[in-house]
C-alpha cells in the first residue's frame, strides 16, 4: 500500500484543483497500473483543525503484491502536464510511505511469527477454543495456537499448530490414528523441530471421529472425507502445499491425499498401515465396537464413550512388551490409553467406517512424486505387507523400520521417526 500525504498552498481554489485531478484523472490512470485494487482518500477532521492542526490530504491506494509500480502504466500517471502543475501550484508538501508487510485473513489463527516477542502473553478466547502460547511461555520456547477449523459439513476439527515464524516455511501436517487426539505426535515433534533447526511449521489436528459428530453432518466418514479434512485445513491456513506424516488411519489418509491431490502434498510418510482395507476389518472392528457397548462407560454428561475394557485391549496390541517395562514409555502408554478410554463412542462408530472399505494399489503403480513408508518392526504382519506396498509405489521407495515399537512408532520412538521423516523431507 502506498501512503501519500499532501499539505497545500495558501489561497483559493486549491483544494478544488486538486480534487478535480484526482476524479478526473489520476485514479483513473492508476486504476490502469497492473494489480491496482483500490484508491481511498481521507482528509483531516475539522474538529482536529479547531484543535490547531493543519489540514493535511491523504491518499491510500492498494496494489497486489505482485504490482506494475514503476512500470510503463505506473510513470504514465505520474507524469502527466496536470500532474506536474499540481505539485508545482497546489502542492505545498508531500510525504510518501510504502507499506509492504500485509497479512491475508483466513479462518484459521497462523501467526506464529508475532509470539516469538517477550512482551506477547498467553491469550484465550472467552469460549477457550482458541488459544495462544507465545515462545518465553512454553518449556520448548516454540510458540503454539490451539483453535480449530470448521469444515463444510460443520464438522469442528481441533488444531495445534507450532514450529518457524516464518509464514512461508514449508508446512507439515500430522494424522493420527483411531482412537486418539494429536497429543501421540508430542515428543515427535519436539525432536523435529530439533532435527530441522525449526525450519518448518507443524500443524496435528483431532479427526473426525474423536467426538461425536454434529447432526448436520451427513457425511460418511470415509478415506475420501479424511482427504478433503486435510485438504480443507491446508486451505484454512492459507497453504499452498504441505508435507503430511500419518499412522495407521491416519497413514492410510497420508498415502491417499499424496496420491489423490499430488499438487497440494509435496511428499508423504504413511505409516503402519494397508494400501487396501484387509477383508477383516468390519467383523474385527464390529467386535470392538461391542466390547464399548458391553461395558456401557460414559462421561459426566451422559454421552456414551469407548471406555476402560478396549482401551486396554487397545493399547496391549499397539505397543510392544518392551515398551510396558521401560518407565518412560509405559508411562506414555497410559496417556494414550486415557485417550483411548475417553474417545466419544459415537465418533467411534462413525470413523471405522473408513477402514471398512479403500484400495490404493491401481493409484501407486503410476506415482511419481515423493512419498515414503515406516513401520514399527514389531506391528505383526504389517513390516512384511509394508515392504510389498514401498516396492510398488512408483518405481519403489523406502521402508523404514522402527525396532523396538509397535503400532505407534512416534510414541515408543519419537527420536527416530523425528530423524528419519527429517531426513526424507531434507
Not at 481521507?42 to 484543535?51: C, E, K, N, P
Not at 514449508?170 to 530441522?196: C, E, M, Q, R
Not at 478433503?228 to 484454512?236: H, M, R
Request: hydrophobic share 35%; charged share 25%; proline share 5%.
Amino acid at each position: 500500500m502506498i501512503a501519500v500525504y499532501l499539505t497545500l498552498q495558501e489561497g483559493e481554489g486549491k483544494e478544488k484543483e486538486l480534487e478535480r485531478w484526482y476524479n478526473e484523472e489520476h485514479v483513473s490512470l492508476l486504476q490502469k497500473v497492473p494489480g491496482w485494487r483500490r484508491t481511498r482518500r481521507y482528509v483531516t477532521s475539522y474538529l482536529d483543525i479547531q484543535d490547531g492542526r493543519s489540514k493535511e490530504f491523504l491518499a491510500l491506494h492498494e496494489y497486489a503484491p505482485k504490482n506494475g509500480l514503476g512500470g510503463p502504466e505506473f510513470k504514465a500517471a505520474t507524469s502527466t502536464k496536470w500532474n506536474d502543475e499540481i505539485y508545482k501550484s497546489v502542492v505545498a508538501e508531500k510525504r510518501r510511505r510504502t507499506y509492504d508487510l500485509y497479512y491475508t485473513f483466513g479462518p484459521a489463527p497462523r501467526d506464529l511469527g508475532s509470539l516469538y516477542d517477550k512482551a506477547i502473553i498467553e491469550a484465550s478466547s472467552t469460549d477457550e477454543l482458541t488459544k495462544t502460547y507465545p515462545a518465553s511461555k512454553t518449556p520448548s520456547s516454540i510458540p503454539a495456537i490451539e483453535s480449530f477449523i470448521t469444515t463444510k459439513d460443520g464438522v469442528t476439527l481441533p488444531y495445534r499448530l507450532e514450529g518457524s515464524p516464518d509464514p512461508h516455511a514449508p508446512l507439515l501436517i500430522l494424522a493420527n490414528s483411531i482412537l486418539v487426539d494429536y497429543g501421540i505426535w508430542n515428543d515427535f515433534v519436539t525432536h523435529f523441530i530439533k532435527a530441522t533447526n525449526n525450519k518448518y511449521r507443524i500443524v496435528r489436528f483431532n479427526t473426525r471421529g474423536r467426538t461425536s459428530l454434529p447432526e448436520q453432518s451427513s457425511k460418511l466418514i470415509t478415506i475420501e472425507t479424511l482427504g478433503e479434512d486435510v485438504i480443507t485445513i491446508l486451505d484454512a491456513l492459507r497453504a499452498p502445499t504441505a508435507s503430511i506424516v500419518g499412522v495407521s488411519l491416519g497413514g492410510a489418509t497420508a498415502l491417499y491425499t499424496g496420491l489423490t491431490y499430488p499438487s497440494r502434498i509435496s511428499a508423504f510418510v504413511s505409516c503402519d498401515t494397508n494400501s487396501v482395507a484387509p477383508a477383516s476389518n468390519k467383523k474385527a472392528w464390529g467386535e470392538r465396537i461391542e466390547v464399548c457397548e458391553k461395558e456401557g462407560a460414559k462421561t459426566t454428561s451422559g454421552e456414551p464413550t469407548v471406555g476402560e475394557d478396549l482401551a486396554e485391549l487397545t493399547v496391549r496390541r499397539w505397543f510392544t512388551k518392551e515398551s510396558y517395562a521401560d518407565p518412560t514409555i509405559s508411562k506414555k502408554i497410559e496417556i494414550t490409553k486415557t485417550m483411548v478410554r475417553e474417545n466419544s463412542l459415537q465418533g467411534f462408530r462413525d470413523s471405522v467406517n473408513a477402514l471398512y472399505e479403500y484400495d490404493f494399489r491401481s493409484q501407486m503403480a503410476g506415482f511419481k512424486g515423493k512419498g515414503a513408508f515406516l513401520v514399527g518392526a514389531g506391528d505383526g504382519v504389517l513390516p512384511k505387507t509394508m515392504k510389498e506396498m514401498a516396492d510398488s509405489l512408483g518405481g519403489g521407495v523406502e521402508l523404514k523400520e522402527i525396532e523396538g515399537a509397535g503400532h505407534l512408532p512416534m510414541v515408543e520412538k519419537p527420536d527416530e521417526v523425528a530423524g528419519f521423516v527429517a531426513g526424507f523431507l531434507g
